[in-house]
């Protein structure tokens, strides 16, 4: 299947200069929830290629700061971004917030994390799983408490009994299914507002 298909938001966020048609779910989710605020130390997880960098750091403005990770190499085209520092890291390697350029826990997570697909519901149901396991697991330290989380996860018995036992570790748990994700998509977002540690 061509993952690339072009449609509407592929072509807005070429229009718009966005790096990639991802922009458009965070947008929503952050419009909805105001997940983001001016002034914010975020940390991108799965940032490649930038999109979420791109808005988050606009949105944070010059005050907030914009650390992302990817396994991918470095982006170049988010050089110029002053408020940005980019990281080629796996999640699973990350262990202090001294290795990420920050002394301080941060105001927001956001994971758009996706695993390579094989093909194999079950196999990449249970990758995906991982990754949002690992973010929650971070969470304890990176993130303050007060703070806010936004993580892709693909939709399984497994991830919803898994995010049933993270519930109670907000002030407010919630699900979205933004707007521009395909319709043959079995992601979803979990926002997690206010931190409770
Ligand atoms: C859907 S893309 C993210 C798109 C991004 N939010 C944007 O707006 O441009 C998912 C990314 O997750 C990254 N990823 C997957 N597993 C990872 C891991 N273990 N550690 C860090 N990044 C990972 C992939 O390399 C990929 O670039």
Redesign the pocket.
């Known amino acids: 299947m061509n993952f690339k298909v072009k449609d509407h938001y592929y072509n807005k966020a070429k229009k718009e200069n966005f790096?990639?048609r991802?922009?458009y779910k965070?947008e929503e989710i952050d419009e909805k929830y105001n997940v983001i605020s001016k002034g914010d130390i975020v940390m991108?997880?799965?940032?490649?290629?930038?999109?979420?960098i791109q808005y988050t750091c606009g949105k944070v403005g010059e005050e907030g700061k914009v650390v992302g990770?990817?396994?991918?190499e470095e982006s170049t085209k988010l050089k110029h971004l002053k408020n940005v520092s980019i990281f080629q890291?796996?999640?699973?390697d990350v262990k202090e917030l001294s290795e990420l350029g920050v002394d301080s826990q941060f105001d927001v997570l956001v994971s758009?994390?996706?695993?390579n697909t094989t093909g194999i519901r079950s196999v990449d149901q249970d990758r995906s799983l991982n990754?949002v396991e690992m973010v929650f697991y971070l969470a304890p330290k990176f993130l303050k408490v007060g703070g806010n989380l936004i993580i892709k996860v693909f939709d399984s018995n497994g991830a919803q009994m898994y995010l049933k036992e993270q519930r109670t570790r907000f002030k407010e748990f919630k699900y979205l299914k933004p707007k521009s994700t395909r319709s043959v998509s079995k992601e979803f977002f979990v926002i997690g507002i206010g931190f409770k540690a």
Do not use: E, Q, R
């Open positions: 790096l990639a991802s922009i965070l991108d997880m799965g940032y490649y290629p930038g999109s979420w990770i990817d396994i991918k890291k796996d999640v699973f758009d994390m996706a695993p990754l």
